[in-house]
């Protein structure tokens, strides 16, 4: 059974950094696509960050030089560096990992941006 657990949400004042992690379980993270998505209140879900099979990524255009992807497949983690974070990155921030055209999906953590 996969399961993805996120962690490292919170509540931060604007300009600070938050870092994200996603353990994983019963999936080879080696072989996966990785990703963090967000949602905001009323918002559809939106992709933030991509980390493909060959290392390459893919950001959003509102994140690229803001956050970072990275992963520890020794681990089975998977991260998302937060840094100069603006009340509009306010959402719940969901992991996901791609193996065999199927995705599995974590319960998501809430990342809050106010003074």
């Known amino acids: 059974q996969v399961q993805l657990v996120e962690s490292g949400g919170g509540l931060v004042q604007p300009g600070g950094s938050l870092r994200l992690s996603c353990a994983a379980s019963?999936?080879?993270?080696?072989?996966?696509?990785l990703a963090w998505y967000r949602q905001a209140p009323g918002k559809r879900r939106e992709l933030v960050a991509v980390?493909?099979?060959?290392?390459?990524?893919k950001y959003a255009d509102s994140v690229r030089d803001r956050f970072t992807i990275s992963r520890d497949n020794a681990k089975n983690m998977a991260y998302l560096q937060m840094s100069s974070l603006k009340p509009e990155d306010t959402a719940v921030y969901y992991c996901?990992?791609?193996?065999?055209?199927?995705?599995?999906w974590g319960q998501g953590t809430q990342v809050t941006v106010s003074s």
């Open positions: 996901s990992a791609e193996l065999n055209r199927i995705v599995y």
């Open positions: 019963g999936i080879n993270f080696r072989i996966s696509t």
């Open positions: 980390l493909f099979i060959g290392e390459a990524t």
